[in-house]
């Protein structure tokens, strides 16, 4: 009875979590524009940090709550998620995912990068306060080569529109919906953690990642169907590389980060991996429904792994 009051604390506090994380892109779009910020502007940090926002609430509560095990758990499974579960049922969705950029001119070696940076980082078993200020100054290079390169074309000045209160408002329940969502998130994964002789960073690599991860999966299923292919690769992208540098960077701040060995042994190089994996896949600028399929065998191979892991 207890473990079934827990997961559905889990269930409702997810669902807080994402519901608050989506009136906050909301509301921060209305006075972006309020505020005169361009589309583009809006696009590359707003949507992106939205998107992102259950990740770093939870993890930042997770560390706050003692339980920062969970940070590096969250920010890899998430990830390992993102381009699995959710480029593969793009790939099935769509058919054929046609590219309308030159992804590997850099988008894709960024995301490499990226992935290869947090591995080493975490090699020693350790993530310093100045790795922290690396990967964050990283984030910032990223968001810069965003503005300078997503928008070659000038755009036309919109006239500003008047926002009134209530975007300020939504601001400040949605900020109250992550915040329990966040808190009662690690409080349940806490309880299920010791109900079942359970390590939390298994939750973390799989329920919390999933769970965190719906945004992107809806923002993407629903682009692919759309026949905006591009729009749900770009997410994934952006969403991979701010998970790595921000998700894991101000977590930090904190409180002192726990890497798990079990992870250092399995899901990093796992992660490492699929994302090669995914760079391999697009250099033909095109990712088929068949490799779709691919990656979503690779996401249940994932997911067995794990549960062998803990009945061995």
Do not use: C
Not at 159 to 172: C, S
């Amino acid at each position: 009875m207890d473990a079934l009051l827990y997961f559905g604390m889990l269930a409702l506090s997810l669902a807080a979590l994402l519901k608050g994380s989506g009136w906050f892109v909301g509301a921060a779009e209305t006075m972006g524009k309020a505020w005169g910020v361009s589309p583009f502007i809006i696009g590359v940090t707003i949507v992106a940090f939205g998107t992102s926002l259950p990740e770093l609430a939870s993890s930042i509560t997770a560390v706050v709550l003692n339980e920062s095990s969970l940070v590096a758990g969250n920010v890899i499974g998430s990830n390992i998620t993102n381009i699995l579960l959710v480029l593969g049922l793009v790939a099935i969705v769509a058919k054929d995912v046609r590219l309308e950029f030159r992804v590997m001119d850099l988008d894709i070696p960024l995301l490499a990068g990226s992935s290869l940076l947090l591995y080493f980082a975490l090699y020693d078993g350790q993530f310093s306060r100045h790795e922290a200020v690396l990967f964050l100054v990283a984030l910032v290079v990223f968001l810069l080569n965003s503005f300078k390169g997503g928008a070659p074309n000038p755009e036309p000045k919109e006239e500003r529109i008047k926002a009134g209160w209530k975007p300020y408002a939504i601001l400040i329940a949605s900020g109250i919906l992550v915040y329990f969502g966040s808190n009662y998130t690690v409080l349940a994964i806490q309880q299920l953690s010791t109900i079942f002789g359970i390590e939390s960073e298994f939750f973390a690599l799989t329920v919390i990642a999933l769970g965190t991860s719906l945004p992107e999966v809806m923002v993407s299923v629903t682009a692919a169907r759309n026949n905006n292919t591009a729009i749900a690769v770009g997410n994934v992208l952006g969403s991979n590389i701010f998970n790595t540098y921000a998700v894991m960077g101000i977590p930090s701040f904190f409180g002192t980060l726990e890497i798990p060995a079990s992870i250092m042994e399995f899901s990093l190089p796992f992660m490492v991996g699929v994302t090669m994996v995914f760079a391999i896949i697009s250099v033909s600028n095109k990712i088929s429904r068949w490799e779709g399929v691919m990656l979503v065998l690779f996401y249940l191979f994932f997911l067995a792994e794990l549960m062998r892991s803990i009945l061995s």
